[in-house]
């Protein structure tokens, strides 16, 4: 069986210590870390990879993974930082 190609979105952050965190939102359970982006992107695959073939076998873990509909790459538009000024009365 040929084997298709789905993108997962990914959101990855850099915490306090510097450590760069990866999560897979469309996937339940799917996160990463690593000490540089290179890593941390090569840890959230392998662990994207795990999640998959758990799927395949757990049909109920399965049914809460939200696949990517089609093939192309969404338009994928970006995220801000809003500032607003703000203080607990």
């Known amino acids: 069986m ?29 996160f990463s870390q690593g000490k540089t982006y290179e890593e941390v992107l090569a840890n959230v695959k392998d662990a994207l990879n795990l999640c998959l073939e758990e799927a395949k076998d757990n049909q109920q873990y399965a049914a809460k993974i939200n696949f990517p509909k089609n093939k192309e790459a969404d338009k994928f538009i970006g995220v801000a930082d809003i500032p607003m000024r703000f203080a607990f009365a």
């Not at 040929?2 to 799917?30: H, M, R, T, Y």
């Open 2 to 30: 040929e084997k298709e190609v789905l993108n997962f979105k990914v959101l990855i952050e850099q915490d306090e210590d510097g450590i760069f965190v990866a999560s897979v939102p469309a996937v339940p359970g799917c």
